[in-house]
Nanobody, 124 residues
Framework: QVQLVESGGGLVQAGGSLRLSCAAS????????MGWFRQAPGKEREFVAA????????YYADSVKGRFTISRDNAKNTVYLQMNSLKPEDTAVYYC?????????????????WGQGTQVTVSS
């Protein structure tokens, strides 16, 4: 069992930056591929970024490519999402998720564990 707790959300002006963190419990964190998803009001949850168990591979949605960076520190059981050049359309609840897999996972249905989410609001 893995529990995920996100932090770092908040209110920021367009063009600003935020760094989200997701702390995981359990001793098998390094066995999990990790991902970030987001859900805006009235919209479906969408994929943002993913990273393999060792950080060797990453993948991003086109909408955030070049602005967001996913990383992880297995010694700290934590995955991060650095968000730069934020836009109002990035406003959403951001969720981290874990998949017991050594491969990248993009589809939400492929993830086994989810955090409770953290709100990110970007003002124009």
């Amino acid at each position: 069992q893995v529990q995920l707790v996100e932090s770092g959300g908040g209110l920021v002006q367009a063009g600003g930056s935020l760094r989200l963190s997701c702390a995981a419990s359990g001793r098998t964190f390094s066995s999990y591929a990790m991902g970030w998803f987001r859900q805006a009001p009235g919209k479906e949850r969408e994929f943002v970024a993913a990273i393999t168990w060792n950080g060797g591979n990453t993948y991003y949605a086109d909408s955030v490519k070049g602005r967001f960076t996913i990383s992880r520190d297995n010694a700290k059981n934590t995955v991060y999402l650095q968000m730069n050049s934020l836009k109002p359309e990035d406003t959403a609840v951001y969720y981290c998720a874990g998949a017991l897999s050594f491969k990248l996972r993009v589809a939400s249905g492929e993830y086994d564990y989810w955090g409770q989410g953290t709100q990110v609001t970007v003002s124009s």
